[in-house]
């Protein structure tokens, strides 16, 4: 049984570089299932998590934005921003949602508004990511 | 023969520039270890970046401009080099490998990042359109999105045809290559196949391409500050050397001449001996 070779990077770390039995990638479209075998697909991703099913273990990675790409049984996943629950700091995220809010609230120019929105989108994004049990794929 | 009190101010002054080499080797070394550190942990990023973009460019069939040769006449390069000199032929080597590539050309307009960069074209008339400076030491993916837009708005406004990225790539610590790379228009691989592309076709060039040339550019950022590091631990290294010959030669010197003074000073009073019998 043939399986998914994933890769997802960032301009920071790579975050994984390994197998996997499936993805759930969130595109900008919606959820997208890459089981092994996918026809070619290049895709933009939206905010969300991005699920790992590796056997028995299931993990999660908060992803913002970037791109991916299925290709044969690769599986690239390329963000300015993606962050393993253990990384995410939810008192921060909280924080910051709370002041998205605010800003949102205030109607200033329009610039801070797609800026605000954006770290609103973010904060969501992280907090719902960290909630999840930590469960690293083994290696 | 030099004086003794010159030859021993030459060993002085020569003994401090080894003091100051020797300290810039160092600090070059721990430099070095930051920068390729980070351009090590971002290396994937890039390098698949680039494999995604051509994989994309030859599953598709779209027309869109940032795919289509242009003419080739007006060239934007993106010209990365360091803040600082003394790092041996770092700065001046990639630096003629965008001068080699704007050769013949009728347009240029070339967007420097470092001081060393700006000086060298500014001197040799050329277009600057950008000037960065600050941050080639150890740059930030922001750094590298604003250049992209600057340079993504040339080929827009359909000033520029091409856009080229000058750098050094850093293959090992001993081995820096001057590179230059095109990234615009993309260029597709040869095709592997159709591709599907979410949500449409044009979205997602309209997407992949500014952020093709950030990542590109900011890979090549990295790889330059970390050879612009290198660069400079090997040149402060042979510098160190050269002073320590040096300073070896001196004392030589400064020995002889001191023992020729004894050998004088014997000769004068043996000779005044003789002179009073």
Same mark, same amino acid.
């Given at each position: 049984?043939?399986?998914?070779?994933?890769?997802?990077?960032?301009?920071?770390?790579?975050?994984?570089?390994?197998?996997?039995?499936?993805?759930?990638?969130?595109?900008?479209?919606?959820?997208?299932?890459?089981?092994?075998? $996918? $026809?070619?697909?290049?895709?933009?991703?939206?905010? !969300?998590?991005?699920?790992?099913?590796?056997? /028995?273990?299931?993990?999660?990675?908060?992803?913002?934005?970037?791109?991916?790409?299925?290709?044969?049984?690769?599986?690239?996943?390329?963000?300015?921003?993606?962050?393993?629950?253990?990384?995410? @700091?939810?008192?921060?995220?909280?924080?910051?949602?709370?002041?998205?809010?605010?800003?949102?609230?205030?109607?200033?120019?329009?610039?801070?508004?797609?800026?605000?929105?954006?770290?609103?989108?973010?904060?969501?994004? %992280?907090?719902?990511? @960290?909630?999840?049990?930590?469960?690293?794929?083994?290696? | 023969?030099?004086?003794?009190?010159? +030859? &021993? %101010?030459?060993?002085?002054?020569?003994?401090?520039?080894?003091?100051?080499?020797?300290?810039?080797?160092?600090?070059?070394?721990?430099?070095?270890?930051?920068?390729?550190?980070?351009?090590?942990?971002?290396?994937?990023?890039?390098?698949?970046?680039? +494999?995604?973009?051509?994989?994309?460019?030859?599953?598709?069939?779209?027309?869109?401009?940032?795919? &289509?040769?242009?003419? !080739?006449?007006?060239?934007?390069?993106?010209?990365?080099?360091?803040?600082?000199?003394?790092?041996? !032929?770092?700065?001046?080597?990639?630096?003629?490998?965008?001068?080699?590539?704007?050769?013949? &050309?009728?347009? /240029?307009?070339?967007?420097?990042?470092?001081?060393?960069?700006?000086?060298?074209?500014?001197?040799?008339? &050329?277009?600057?359109?950008?000037?960065?400076?600050?941050?080639?030491?150890?740059?930030?993916?922001?750094?590298?999105?604003?250049?992209?837009?600057?340079?993504?708005?040339?080929?827009?406004?359909?000033?520029?045809?091409?856009? $080229?990225?000058?750098?050094?790539?850093?293959?090992?610590?001993? @081995? $820096?290559?001057?590179?230059?790379?095109?990234?615009?228009?993309?260029?597709?691989?040869?095709?592997?196949?159709?591709?599907?592309?979410?949500?449409? /076709?044009?979205?997602?060039?309209?997407?992949?391409?500014?952020?093709? +040339?950030?990542?590109?550019?900011? !890979?090549?950022?990295?790889?330059?500050?970390?050879? /612009?590091?290198?660069?400079?631990?090997?040149?402060?290294?042979?510098?160190?050397?050269?002073?320590?010959?040096?300073?070896?030669?001196?004392?030589?010197?400064?020995?002889?001449?001191?023992?020729?003074?004894?050998?004088?000073?014997?000769?004068?009073?043996?000779?005044?001996?003789?002179?009073?019998?």
């Amino acid at each position: 049984m043939p399986r998914l070779r994933l890769k997802i990077a960032t301009p920071k770390k790579l975050l994984y570089d390994g197998e996997a039995d499936m993805v759930i990638l969130r595109t900008s479209t919606g959820d997208m299932g890459i089981l092994p075998g $996918h $026809h070619r697909v290049s895709a933009i991703m939206g905010y !969300g998590a991005l699920k790992i099913v590796d056997g /028995e273990n299931k993990s999660e990675v908060a992803v913002m934005g970037g791109l991916a790409q299925v290709s044969g049984d690769a599986v690239t996943v390329l963000s300015e921003v993606a962050e393993w629950p253990s990384e995410i @700091s939810l008192i921060r995220a909280e924080a910051a949602l709370e002041r998205a809010r605010q800003r949102l609230a205030q109607k200033d120019s329009d610039v801070d508004m797609q800026r605000a929105e954006l770290s609103l989108r973010r904060a969501l994004v %992280r907090i719902e990511v @960290s909630s999840y049990p930590i469960i690293r794929p083994g290696k | 023969m030099a004086s003794m009190r010159a +030859i &021993k %101010r030459r060993i002085r002054s020569v003994a401090g520039t080894q003091q100051i080499t020797k300290a810039m080797n160092l600090v070059a070394a721990s430099k070095l270890q930051r920068a390729a550190a980070k351009l090590e942990s971002a290396r994937p990023f890039f390098r698949d970046f680039k +494999i995604l973009a051509e994989n994309a460019i030859s599953g598709t069939q779209s027309t869109s401009p940032y795919l &289509k040769q242009r003419s !080739g006449e007006r060239l934007c390069v993106i010209v990365i080099t360091g803040d600082r000199g003394l790092a041996g !032929g770092y700065n001046v080597n990639v630096c003629k490998a965008a001068m080699a590539l704007l050769d013949g &050309k009728e347009g /240029e307009n070339v967007i420097t990042v470092g001081v060393k960069g700006r000086d060298y074209f500014r001197r040799r008339r &050329k277009r600057i359109t950008r000037a960065y400076s600050g941050f080639s030491e150890l740059p930030f993916y922001q750094d590298a999105q604003e250049i992209a837009m600057v340079a993504l708005d040339l080929f827009d406004a359909g000033e520029v045809d091409e856009v $080229h990225v000058a750098y050094t790539q850093f293959a090992s610590t001993l @081995s $820096h290559i001057p590179t230059t790379q095109l990234l615009l228009p993309l260029k597709a691989s040869t095709g592997s196949g159709l591709m599907e592309f979410e949500p449409g /076709e044009e979205a997602f060039i309209e997407q992949l391409i500014p952020k093709h +040339i950030s990542t590109q550019v900011y !890979g090549a950022m990295l790889e330059s500050s970390a050879c /612009e590091q290198s660069a400079r631990m090997a040149g402060m290294d042979s510098a160190t050397k050269n002073s320590s010959d040096l300073i070896s030669k001196l004392t030589l010197s400064y020995n002889r001449a001191r023992q020729d003074a004894i050998t004088q000073e014997l000769t004068e009073i043996v000779s005044g001996a003789n002179a009073l019998d």
